[in-house]
Structures are given as C-alpha cells and as structure tokens.
C-alpha cells in the first residue's frame, strides 16, 4: 500500500475549550517494532479526550500528543515482529493517544478484529468501553450471573456497554441516568432505570437486598451512596470522578460488611496488561457481539474537522451512547 508523507491530525493548540482544538498536517508516522499503523475510517470520542483537552490527563510517556484513544480503519503497514495483522485487515483497535488523525500506530496486540455485522463506525465505539467495562467489570470487579449491578452513567457508551456485557453474564442490571428519555434507552438494553433526579438509588438497591457490584464514574457524594447501597461482601469500582475524587466516609462498615473498593484508569497500564485485556474480549465479549447479544449505541457521528462540536457534545451531556468522528469515512469493513 503507497502511503502518503503527511495526514490530517487534530491537536490540541493549548488547554482550553473545544475552540482549541486545531485541524493541521503532519507526517504519517512509521510502526515500530510490534506496532500497526491504521488507516483510520472513524475514531471515537471519549471523557479522557475532553480532560486531555482542557489540559488535566497527560499522555503517558511515549504516547502520541493527539487525543483519540480509539478507531476503526484497515491496517495500512506493520511493523517488525507483527505475524497476527496483514494489510488491509479490518481491525478496531485501543490507541495510547493519536486517534484524531488519517493514520495512527498501536500497539497489535491492542487491535482486534472487526466483527461481522457492525460497520466501522460502530466498531470504532467498542474498544475503549469493552476494554474499560470487561476490565473493571469483570476482570476486576467479578460479576458472575445471578448477581445485582449497578452502573452509574447507565446512557453514556461506558454505561450501555455495561448493561449489555452484564445482561449477558446473566447478572440483574440497575441503572442510573438523569432524563426519562436516558432512562428509556437504558431500559432497552435490560437494565431497571433509576432516574436520579427523582429517586433515591439507594432505597432503592437496598430493597432489594443491595448491590453486589457498583460501577462508579461519579464520585463525589455519590462514594457514601454507593457504599450504602452495597450488598455485604459487595464491590465498589471507579473508573473516573466526574463529581470529584473526595468524601468524607465511614470505614467502619468495610469491616463489618466486609466490602471491597477498587478502581482503575485503562490509558496508564502497560502494552502487557492491555493486550490481556484484549486477548479477553476476543474469548469472552466478541462471541457476545456474534451472538447479538451486544451493540454499540451510536449517538451521532461529526467530520474530524468537526472535532470542536463533537467535544461540545459531549460536554453537553445531551447524548446517548458513543460519539464517533469521521475520519476516511470508510463505512464498510
């Protein structure tokens, strides 16, 4: 494949708004030793972009300065030591960073297929929210069948995915969300809405013997919540603080209760841990999506020169599942 010199990239100009992000050109960078480059058809939108942007979530050393932590697109070159990818293989992969660009290298042990069935812009929504929601929901948290969950954020694309990889493990799913219509949409996938503005999830968990497993992307207050709304020997696990990291709680419960809270950030792990994750979704959430048991939630699609609207989107907080950017605008796989 003849591979052009430079791309069209979108950087951040300086932390701040949407307004700063900025379309420019750049050289296509190169895969190194265990890397594929990607010829990017869609990229997905995520929080840490957001954060990256306004200048609080720094790429890890190495990374790519772009935002973008995940696409679809074909594999345009690979690097030494790659057996698994040849080119013009359809793949959906997790990024370090660098996803708002024509073209991007990643690690290959972090691509995975495209499933049969899902264009590329759907599959551009899968590989940041399975590997954050099979990791923490599953690898970290334990979630068997039979088991009560509750995902907060239940309409966001971290939130839709959890409702459907949990209803397919067979678990009973609660969800939170703070309009009837995100409700709706999380009613849809198997999950009993709780509209928070409304209802106390707490009464409400607790009535019914408490949560085995919270998946928290909240904090704030909602960290005393949680812990009330627990079943003995439940689970709490963060992905993120939208409402800020600090409480004021009391520990004496985790004892006599025996809890258990944790937490990760996906971006920070090492290429090793991250390919784990990824040899799981192929064994345990592709079968998933084979079977039709799960699919992306698409909000709505913006052109990479669009970046800026597609980020006020998201901080909106208006949408329902994943935002993607337009990239090659390349549908089929």
């Given at each position: 494949?003849?591979?052009?010199?430079?791309?069209?990239?979108?950087?951040?100009?300086?932390?701040?708004?949407?307004?700063?992000?900025?379309?420019?050109?750049?050289?296509?960078?190169?895969?190194?030793?265990?890397?594929?480059?990607?010829?990017?058809?869609?990229?997905?939108?995520?929080?840490?972009?957001?954060?990256?942007?306004?200048?609080?979530?720094?790429?890890?050393?190495?990374?790519?300065?772009?935002?973008?932590?995940?696409?679809?697109?074909?594999?345009?070159?690979?690097?030494?030591?790659?057996?698994?990818?040849?080119?013009g293989d359809a793949v959906c992969a997790l990024?370090?960073?660098?996803?708002?660009?024509?073209?991007?290298?990643?690690?290959?042990?972090?691509?995975?297929?495209?499933?049969?069935?899902?264009?590329?812009?759907?599959?551009?929504?899968?590989?940041?929210?399975?590997?954050?929601?099979?990791?923490?929901?599953?690898?970290?948290?334990?979630?068997?069948?039979?088991?009560?969950?509750?995902?907060?954020?239940?309409?966001?694309?971290?939130?839709?995915?959890?409702?459907?990889?949990?209803?397919?493990?067979?678990?009973?799913?609660?969800?939170?969300?703070?309009?009837?219509?995100?409700?709706?949409?999380?009613?849809?996938?198997?999950?009993?809405?709780?509209?928070?503005?409304?209802?106390d999830f707490v009464k409400i968990l607790q009535?019914?013997?408490?949560?085995?497993?919270?998946?928290?992307?909240?904090?704030?207050?909602?960290?005393?919540?949680?812990?009330?709304?627990?079943?003995?020997?439940?689970?709490?696990?963060?992905?993120?603080?939208?409402?800020?990291?600090?409480?004021?709680?009391?520990?004496?419960?985790?004892?006599?209760?025996?809890?258990?809270?944790?937490?990760?950030?996906?971006?920070?792990?090492?290429?090793?841990?991250?390919?784990?994750?990824a040899a799981e979704l192929r064994a345990h959430?592709?079968?998933?999506?084979?079977?039709?048991?799960?699919?992306?939630?698409?909000?709505?699609?913006?052109?990479?020169?669009?970046?800026?609207?597609?980020?006020?989107?998201?901080?909106?907080?208006?949408?329902?599942?994943?935002?993607?950017?337009?990239?090659?605008?390349?549908?089929?796989?």
């Amino acid at each position: 494949m003849s591979l052009p010199h430079d791309m069209d990239v979108v950087a951040i100009a300086q932390p701040g708004g949407p307004g700063v992000l900025d379309l420019r050109r750049r050289p296509v960078p190169s895969p190194g030793h265990g890397q594929i480059l990607i010829r990017v058809a869609y990229a997905g939108v995520n929080r840490p972009d957001v954060l990256q942007r306004q200048g609080a979530y720094a790429p890890p050393p190495g990374a790519s300065d772009l935002p973008g932590l995940e696409c679809a697109g074909h594999v345009a070159a690979v690097g030494p030591g790659v057996s698994e990818w040849e080119v013009g293989d359809a793949v959906c992969a997790l990024l370090p960073g660098g996803g708002y660009a024509e073209y991007v290298v990643t690690p290959a042990a972090h691509a995975l297929p495209v499933p049969d069935g899902l264009s590329l812009a759907e599959a551009a929504c899968l590989p940041e929210t399975c590997f954050t929601v099979w990791s923490n929901v599953v690898m970290r948290g334990g979630l068997t069948a039979g088991e009560r969950f509750l995902v907060h954020g239940g309409s966001s694309g971290i939130g839709t995915t959890a409702i459907q990889i949990a209803t397919a493990l067979g678990a009973r799913v609660w969800a939170t969300a703070g309009t009837d219509e995100k409700c709706a949409a999380c009613e849809r996938l198997g999950a009993t809405a709780i509209n928070y503005r409304t209802a106390d999830f707490v009464k409400i968990l607790q009535a019914e013997g408490g949560a085995d497993l919270i998946l928290d992307m909240v904090g704030g207050d909602y960290i005393a919540r949680d812990l009330k709304a627990l079943a003995d020997d439940g689970r709490l696990v963060f992905i993120a603080f939208l409402s800020g990291p600090k409480a004021q709680i009391n520990f004496a419960p985790l004892m006599t209760r025996r809890l258990t809270i944790t937490g990760s950030t996906l971006r920070p792990q090492s290429d090793l841990a991250k390919a784990r994750i990824a040899a799981e979704l192929r064994a345990h959430v592709w079968p998933m999506i084979a079977a039709g048991r799960l699919r992306p939630v698409m909000d709505r699609e913006f052109p990479l020169a669009e970046a800026d609207e597609a980020h006020k989107r998201m901080e909106g907080g208006e949408h329902i599942g994943k935002i993607v950017l337009r990239v090659g605008g390349d549908e089929r796989a």
